[in-house]
C-alpha cells in the first residue's frame, strides 16, 4: 500500500473522530426546547441527521479502499451540557463551531488526497461533505453574535463594517 494511501486512510478515520464528536455536541444542543437557543436546537437536529450521512460517506470511503472503519481514538467532546441553562449551551455552540472549521479543512485535505491517487468516488463524497460542513458554517457565521449575547445587550458591528446586527444608538 502506498504511503498516500495510507495518508488518506489515516484522515478519513480522522474525519470520522471529528464527525462523531460534532455528533455529541449537536444531539446536545438538539434538546433546547425554547427560548433563544430553540433554533439551534431546530438546526443542530437537522445538522445531526446530515452528520450521520457525512459519517456513512466516510465508511463508504473507506470500504472503497478496503479499510475498516475502526479507530483507536474516540470522540470527546471538551464541553457537555450539565443543564438546561443558556451558560452552558454557549461554550457547547462555540467547540461545535470549531469543530465545524476543523472538518471543513479535514475534507478540503481528503479532496485533495483522493485525487492525489486519482480515486473520483472518494473525492466527490468528499466533496459533497464539504459543501454541507462549508453551509453549517455559514449558519453559525451568521448566527453567532446573537447566540453568544443575550438579546438585550448590545451588538459589536460585524468585520465587514456594516451595520447589520448592531443594536440603535
Known amino acids: 500500500m502506498s504511503r498516500e494511501r495510507n495518508r488518506l486512510i489515516a484522515a478519513l478515520r480522522d474525519a470520522m473522530v471529528v ?12 434538546r433546547s426546547p425554547s427560548g433563544p437557543f430553540h433554533a439551534v436546537a431546530l438546526r443542530a437536529a437537522f ?11 466516510l465508511t463508504e470511503c473507506l470500504g ?32 461545535l463551531y470549531g469543530l465545524t472549521h476543523h472538518a471543513i479543512a479535514l475534507y478540503r485535505h481528503l479532496v485533495i488526497l483522493a485525487e492525489a491517487e486519482r480515486i473520483a468516488a472518494i473525492a466527490d463524497l468528499c466533496r459533497q461533505s464539504l ?3 462549508v453551509g453549517m458554517a455559514a449558519w453559525f457565521e451568521h448566527q453567532l453574535d446573537g447566540l453568544a449575547l443575550p438579546p438585550t ?6 468585520v465587514d463594517g456594516s451595520a447589520a446586527g448592531c443594536a440603535p444608538a
Request: cysteine-free.
Open 47 to 57: 445538522h445531526m441527521l446530515e452528520g450521520r450521512v457525512q459519517g456513512a460517506r
Open 64 to 95: 472503497l479502499l478496503e479499510a475498516n472503519a475502526e479507530t483507536a481514538r474516540r470522540p470527546v467532546p471538551r464541553s457537555t451540557l450539565r443543564s438546561q441553562s443558556d451558560d452552558d449551551r454557549v461554550p457547547a455552540i462555540l467547540e
Open 131 to 133: 459543501g454541507e460542513k
Open 153 to 158: 445587550q448590545p451588538r459589536t458591528p460585524p
Open 19 to 30: 464527525e462523531d464528536a460534532a455528533t455529541i455536541l449537536l444531539e446536545l444542543l438538539s
